[in-house]
């Protein structure tokens, strides 16, 4: 046991910089693990080695929709567990707003590009690893987007329809493997991407921290959620064969009510959004 991990079980978390990562990164910490940290974010990453130690952790620049970066950085951190990884936690995501045709084609491919092509990198990348790790999992960083199609987010929510389907799919494949797959879709999660993300139609004021704050739900389905109780649904999942997990849990009732009601769920989302529409 040559590496800093010293036998210790281990996660590799994209988008670790901030968010969602980073209050995983610092709760698997504190349960005894071994943290891979990576992202685009060198700052971020640098406070999150202090707060936990880089005796515990390995940090790294990342480009997730590169893969031969993918593939560095995973030897880098192999090296420092014996080549074992027990949960890749697959998180990095970015998000464009507005009308469909106010983004432009461009953005809307980086949209895809980090969100579904940098999983499929991740995957790509970690899976030896996983293999060779006793009860290993992957998880996965979904939204409450891929309960159903939602409006001025339509590319990114199709890019975690397309998260949601890749882990159904890969939790009966891997299962030949003894590999776990899973994942989450969360509400509104107090992180950077839920006031950062561009409005491209610009038919929206941005508003101030305390506007935000005074006016995003209190209660309900979007209510805003802490990014530590993210962090706390990748610990639960890891002792689980849960296959998807919401925050909160009644953001499932989307999909229940798709399911049994598409129309009616169709007439719900154009209510939340706005009379914009007019008549059916």
């Known amino acids: 046991m040559a590496g800093k991990a010293r036998g210790r079980k281990s996660i590799f978390i994209t988008g670790a910089a901030s968010g969602m990562g980073r209050a995983t990164a610092k709760l698997f ?3 005894g693990w071994f943290v891979g940290a990576y992202d685009v974010n060198t700052d971020g990453l640098a406070t999150l080695a202090q707060e936990i130690g880089n005796d515990n952790c390995v940090t790294g620049k990342l480009d997730v929709t590169s893969k031969p970066e993918f ?20 998180n990095a995501g970015i998000g464009e707003s507005g009308w469909f ?16 092509v940098g999983v499929l990198a991740s995957i790509y990348a970690a899976l030896p690893l996983l293999k060779a790790t006793k009860n290993s999992m992957v998880f996965i960083t979904s939204s409450s987007s891929a309960t159903y199609g939602m409006p001025r987010i339509a ?18 494949e891997f299962s030949r493997f ?4 899973a994942d989450v879709l969360p509400g509104l999660i107090d992180t950077a991407i839920l006031r950062s993300t561009p409005n491209r139609s610009g038919d929206r ?39 998807h997990w919401y925050v909160p849990k009644e953001v499932r009732r989307i999909d229940l009510m798709k399911a049994l009601a598409p129309n ?16 059916e």
């Open 29 to 31: 910490h504190e349960k």
């Open 71 to 90: 593939d560095a950085s995973i030897a880098a951190f192999a090296e420092e567990t014996d080549g074992k990884l027990d949960l890749l936690y697959s």
């Open 101 to 116: 045709e106010d983004i432009p084609f461009e953005n809307a491919l980086k949209v895809i590009q980090v969100n579904l």
């Open 155 to 172: 590319v990114y929510s199709a890019t975690k329809h397309a998260v949601k389907g890749l882990t159904e799919a890969l939790s009966v």
């Open 178 to 181: 003894g590999v776990r797959v």
């Open 205 to 243: 004021a941005k508003p101030t921290e305390d506007e935000f704050y005074a006016n995003v739900p209190k209660k309900g389905m979007m209510r805003l959620m802490p990014a530590s109780a993210v962090a706390d649904c990748v610990w639960t999942a890891y002792h689980s064969e849960k296959l």
């Open 264 to 279: 009616f769920t169709r007439a719900q989302i154009k209510k939340m959004i706005g009379g914009v529409f007019g008549g």
